[in-house]
């Protein structure tokens, strides 16, 4: 079947990608999304990678694909052309008339649930326990008012159930209720519902709270205001405390028995594409670690957290010198340093999953098995990064 009669979009496979990689979840500095192509255009081929450079570039329009999905965005910084004169201007260029769009997902990749720290915690053969620091759940308000008992009680519910209240994961129309007595005095001028103008009313009231996203505030009160009995209804808006989500940067797991340092980094080693930056440890070798704290890409913000967190080694990229070492002379986590580009590999597999899932046979799928690391010597590692297929 060709890419033009099996009714996938470039516009479907951007929506897919967002779903699973919310791009609310991006850090503000970040440029994530749809790069170059026509969201109408059709898609037959997608090909994975953690960047778009030439090689990347070559295979996309070799194989003939219509999309290309990256880890790192080609155009992090404001530029003001892509001329076919500068590198990147050259590269998009070469995709916007080869018909293959360029789509990123980075940091919203980094929290998503599951994302790039999942995909390396799977491939290290890690259970994950939960982010090192997780997003909060969306802002949540509980609405609270009072209504006279009868029909009127499913009228305002339904009212605030229609407006977006009442949600709870995945459940729906949730809501407590509890019988009391409410009371009044109609002054001049109002025009009661229940009761006269000048003599104290009592009413069995019922009491409804419903929990609603507080972006819905402004929808759900005038729903409740409108279906209300009252002339002047009383209801209550409380701001709940933030939760803590499963999405968020870095995870948290655990190995199925200890292993020392040693034998974790070597684990390590083997579960992960070679490069000449290698893995390296930070600890004693005969340390034993069971409790494992993983963050695809530069981690070293973290060192903090994972302390605190009581992991016994923390694996990441890009380590630095001196964070490293007064990280260990206070006690911290052993360190297990990665190159940046390894770390983010695994992600590719993820997010082909992804669009395999929700396309299935009509769209072919492909995670290149070039090398994008930019180091390419490393004397005494015993191996050199070049563009060969990762074994």
Known sequence: MSAADNGVRVADLVATLDAAYPPELAQDWDAVGLVCGDPADPVGRVLFAVDATEAVVDEALEWGAQALVVHHPLLLRGVT??????????????????????????TNADAADPGVSDALAERLGLRVLGPLEAEPEPALDK???????????????????SAGAGELGAYSRAAFSVTGTGQFLPGGGSLPSIGEVGELTEVAETRIEVVAPRRLRAQVVASLVWAHPYEEPAYD????????????????????????????????????????????AAGD??????????CGGAGDSLLGTVARLGADVFL??????????????????ALVDVAH????QPWCAQAQGVVQAAFGD????RVSQLRTDPWTVGCGTGHTNTLEPIE
Do not use: N, Y
């Open 143 to 161: 609405i609270v008012t009072m209504v006279p008992q009868g029909a009127d009680v499913e009228r305002v519910k339904a009212a605030l159930f």
């Open 81 to 106: 052309g892509v001329g076919a004169d500068t590198a990147k201007g050259a590269l998009l260029t070469r995709l916007i008339r080869g018909g293959c769009a360029l789509f990123s997902a980075h």
């Open 341 to 344: 580009w390894a770390s983010e």
């Open 362 to 365: 009509r769209v072919s799928t």
């Open 237 to 280: 808006v409380l701001e709940v405390a933030p939760r803590p989500s499963s999405q968020g940067l870095g995870r948290l797991g655990e190995l199925a028995e200890a292993e020392t340092l040693r034998e974790f980094t070597a684990r390590a080693a083997a579960a992960l594409p070679a490069t000449v930056w290698g893995v390296r």
């Open 316 to 333: 990441t990229a890009d380590l630095r010198h001196h964070p490293a070492d007064e990280h260990l002379r206070t006690g911290g986590p």
């Open 285 to 294: 070798p005969d340390r034993q670690v069971q409790r494992v704290a993983v």
